[in-house]
T-cell receptor, first 112, second 118 residues
């Protein structure tokens, strides 16, 4: 089945710095790569996603890059703010209709 | 658009009892819904895929007789935890997809249900 490894498990940055979280996967048939943000006790919120026909996608301070050859994709957050502090999950999809496999999560802390 | 609700938001029950959790898509029809379980400080683990009008597909290691899933309509799926035990205490989250795009449909999550079994 699908397997996805997410790193780092924790990330601490100063406000204004950039944050990068990376996920690697093994199933080359995967073609959908979403990123979710989850605040404590709340639902995961989709923040950005990318499909395999695109190498990069950007939405204001958030971007995702995909390297299908190397089988990894990354979340980039620029100009971080304290409200960006949360747990971020990458996920992998596309090999089974609608089904997602989640990474282990990254606890991002942005210090004011 | 694409709002998913869950009820209840939290529930406390005694060991041995059954608990039903509802997941509804409010403004769209969801032919497929998913049920996840999330333990503290851990990732979301898919329990089962729920398809309207058919039997749910359970992930390996998930007991189908313990976690009963019913998807009777295009807007409602229910998860019943039968004979609950303290180790079933967890955060249960459902999600729904908007059909039509094929593999890789975006999943929209419900707010989750915090289950505590005493």
């Amino acid at each position: 089945g699908e397997n996805v490894e997410q790193h780092p498990s924790t990330l601490s940055v100063q406000e204004g710095d950039s944050a990068v979280i990376k996920c690697t996967y093994s199933d080359s048939a995967s073609n959908y790569f979403p990123w979710y943000k989850q605040e404590l006790g709340k639902r995961p919120q989709l923040i950005i996603d990318i499909r395999s026909n695109v190498g990069e996608k950007k939405d204001q301070r958030i971007a995702v890059t995909l390297n299908k050859t190397a089988k990894h994709f990354s979340l980039h957050i620029t100009e971080t703010q304290p409200e960006d502090s949360a747990v971020y999950f990458c996920a992998l999809g596309g090999t089974s209709y609608g089904k997602l496999t989640f990474g282990q999560g990254t606890i991002l802390t942005v210090h004011p | 658009g694409a709002v998913v609700s869950q009820h209840p938001s939290w529930v406390i029950c005694k060991s041995g009892t059954s608990v039903k959790i509802e997941c509804r898509s409010l403004d769209f029809q969801a032919t497929t819904m998913f049920w996840y379980r999330q333990f503290p400080k851990q990732s979301l683990m898919l329990m089962a895929t729920s398809n309207e009008g058919s039997k749910a597909t359970y992930e390996q290691g998930v007991e189908k007789d313990k976690f009963l899933i019913n998807h009777a309509s295009l807007t409602l799926s229910t998860l019943t935890v039968t004979s609950a035990h303290p180790e079933d205490s967890s955060f249960y989250i459902c999600s729904a997809t908007i059909p039509g795009l094929g593999p890789g449909d975006t999943q929209y999550f419900g707010p989750g249900t915090r289950l505590t079994v005493l």
